[in-house]
């Protein structure tokens, strides 16, 4: 009922058909779909309740980051269904409260150990630049990622990127994702996915996958695990179709699945602009995108794009309120002023029945915190990040780091990143890979001397150790 | 320079290199309607013909109307779809844009013209379609119409159905 059919960009094509239980009812999937998207594209919107008020509660960042899908599967309560890929017969629950461990859970399986010379952790571009090059200078190593498939956000960007012809400019990020991809596929270079790294012990990885815990030692690890969207303060944000933009662009262009029939986006950042535009090219309806700022954070030529179809994009404009009973039926806007104070009597009632948050991302540094790196608050690479040398080596001497996660960027950025972190490793173990790693950070530099980048070379400053 | 920042479109007056009449007549050339300083240069690279040039990859592409042959390449490739060619073919004006929606408009077709807003103001003929890009359905259309002052304005089309 929420299949996009036809798209200009995209073919979906889906695997065989399976069927599992929610609630007591047969849904139909698709193999090698997640639970929480063959839900959601069967119609179900409501993945649990809220502990204290019982409050329904839909997904919202759809990649594995957020809390908001967690169901119970197979008895196990607080399972992130987003990511989790549906297997025949499974049992879905819709989740109350805060979810009681079952009496009887089936026995774990043993542990088991893999030593590897180098982990990365994430296989966005940074991740998969980086084992690119370890496999250029003959060091395979071992990608650990917790979604089905590899490829971050990448898979989903249909837009022409940027850039050089160097980064691939005005190819497609999808397709930049696909041809990453097939290197590392055919160059048998060993990856694991639906596998969550959960804990760094000096030189030991814990990860999960399924019932199964490994351990994983490694001497070097690379940590690129991206960013997650922003939840922002305001009535009704927790009603089910209210949803991360990001999550909005994983539905339609990953899945197939069209995230609403009509969306208002809030934020006229890069990201708010190349879904909105995206959207449209679902065939889905984009009322307008309402931004707070002034002016239009993203690049301009992406609001061009937009508004030449008609949709229209309010400056000092921000969300008031969000209604619905079970889903999102209305939302409202209001203009502010220029000290972001509320004009009374402006406010914008919007008939939608989703509304997308584009107001930022986090640089996912959990497990680096975890692990004892030194983190820093710096606003304009979007929160906590890593304190790094040049060689994006962290306070931790063995862990490196690149992408999102050290601040909030482009994927062309990421590319290099991960390879200039794999060339410092490579050059750690005593190969000779400087020439080529200062050759790339100054391509990187490069790439950062637009006026946009001013605020993010600020940032970076404040990061950089010895 | 309007608020171009605050409605996310160019006003006519605002794209400041135009070609002249003369070179229009002569055959198609490419506008540019690229006006920030973002790190992108395909526009510069795929040309053979050396018309776009740039100040590093930050720069703002400018066109040489005069070595600009209007073969369209750099209108495929460009990421933001900020490039158009403009034309004068006999008494009616032309317009090539990219175009990566559905319907894709087939060559004959009458469709609306619209503006930088999405407002319809006039109609045209389709005069040719083709797809760069033989993975998707992203074309690059080119329209005529009876009212040659709309080249300046003319930036994306519909079906009429």
Known sequence: MREINIHPILQFSHGKELKFIFDGKTVKAYEGETVAMALYRSGIDIFSESPKLHRPRGMFCAIGKCSSCMMRVNGIPNIRTCILPVREEMVVEKHEGFGKLPDYIEKFAEPFEINKEVAIIGSGPAGLSAAITFKEFGIKALIIEENPQLGGQLIKQTHKFFGSEKEKAGTRGFEIAQDLIKNIENSSIDYITNSTAFAIDENKIGVFRDNQYMKIYTKYLLIATGAAEKMIPFPGNDIPGVFGAGAAQTLMNVFGIKPGRSILMIGAGNVGLIVSYQLLQAGIEVKAVVEAMPTIGGYFVHAAKLRRFGVPILTSTTIKEVRGNLRVEKAITISIDKKFKEIPGTEIKWNVDTVCLSTGLIPSVNLLAQAGCKLKYVTSLGGFVPVRNKDFQTTNKNIFVAGDVIGIEEASTAILEGHIAALAILEKMGLKTKKLKMESIKNLNNLRGSPFSKKIIEGLKEVECE | ?161
């Open chain 2, 1 to 161: 320079m309007s608020n171009y920042l605050k409605y996310g479109y160019l006003e006519v007056k605002d794209v400041v290199s135009f070609p002249s009449l003369k070179i229009i007549t002569k055959h198609p050339v490419v506008v540019s309607e690229c006006i920030q300083e973002i790190p992108c240069n395909p526009c510069v690279t795929s040309c053979q013909f050396q018309a776009i040039s740039m100040e590093g990859i930050n720069g703002i592409p400018v066109i040489n109307f005069e070595k600009c042959t209007g073969c369209g390449k750099c209108v495929s490739i460009c990421p933001g779809l900020a490039l158009f060619l403009v034309g004068i073919k006999g008494k009616k004006g032309l317009v090539t844009l990219p175009f990566e929606m559905l319907p894709v408009p087939l060559k004959g077709e009458k469709v609306y013209l619209l503006d930088r807003k999405g407002k319809e103001i006039g109609q045209g003929d389709v005069l040719r379609v083709i797809f760069p890009d033989k993975s998707t359905k992203s074309a690059v259309i080119t329209v005529t119409f009876d009212n040659i002052e709309l080249i300046k304005s003319v930036r994306n089309i519909r079906s009429l159905k």
